[in-house]
């Protein structure tokens, strides 16, 4: 019984594997990590370069938390994740580090992305209801939802674990009627990318 059981999981496992390979999962993966990694590593050998070259990072950290409150940030930062992520969140991060508590506030700020998401899954199920905004929408984000409805949860995944637009990817589970459990679900990676992060870039601000 449990042998044909180990048997049962290792065909769906290889038959899952099987259907992501047929329908470009990995190469979409691979060439999205190839578009997203460069500017990334980019964005953070920049950080570096630009507060030991030509200023000094924590002098204008200081002048940011001096100059606007908590709230205020943590308000543009929620809301750009909730709607396209316009603003990279490497720059709140940064921000992050010059509080007293800087890991407290990285939590917070992973969890107003992650809920950033889910308003995002919900501005995807809305536009279903207005017109105008659906083929906004569908004509801009055409490519997203083809691939959210082949992948799902593991595109989800990917959205929210990778630097890949978590935003984007919600709105389309959303437009396409995504299970919104699964959303809540697949979107903790969200977490973990925001943790790895959180550790890079907390070695160049001091």
């Known amino acids: 019984m449990n042998s044909n059981s180990k048997t049962q999981k290792k065909t769906r ?74 603003i990279p969140p490497e720059i709140f991060i940064a921000w992050s580090k010059k509080m007293n508590e800087p890991v407290l506030m990285l939590t917070i700020l992973a969890t107003l992305s992650y809920i950033g998401g889910i308003v995002s899954f919900f501005i995807g199920k809305t536009s279903l209801k207005i017109k105008k905004i659906r083929t906004y929408l569908d004509g801009k984000m055409s490519k997203y939802l083809k691939n959210t409805k082949k992948w799902g949860g593991f595109l989800i995944i990917a959205g929210a674990l990778l630097p890949l637009p978590f935003s984007i990817t919600c709105i389309s589970a959303g437009i396409i009627k995504y299970p919104l459990r699964g959303v809540l679900l697949f979107g903790l990676f969200r977490f973990v990318r925001f943790g790895l992060y959180g550790l890079a870039i907390y070695k160049i601000v001091e």
Do not use: C, M, R
């Not at 570096?48 to 943590?74: C, E, M, Q, R």
């Open 13 to 86: 496992i290889q038959l899952l594997h099987q259907y992501y390979s047929y329908t470009g999962f990995y190469s979409f993966i691979k060439k999205s990590l190839k578009k997203a990694i460069i500017p990334s590593i980019l964005i953070i050998v920049g950080l570096w370069a630009f507060n030991t070259y030509v200023f000094n990072l924590n002098d204008g950290l200081k002048h940011i938390t001096n100059t606007f409150s908590t709230p205020s940030i943590l308000t543009i930062f929620f809301l750009s994740e909730s709607f396209l992520g316009l």
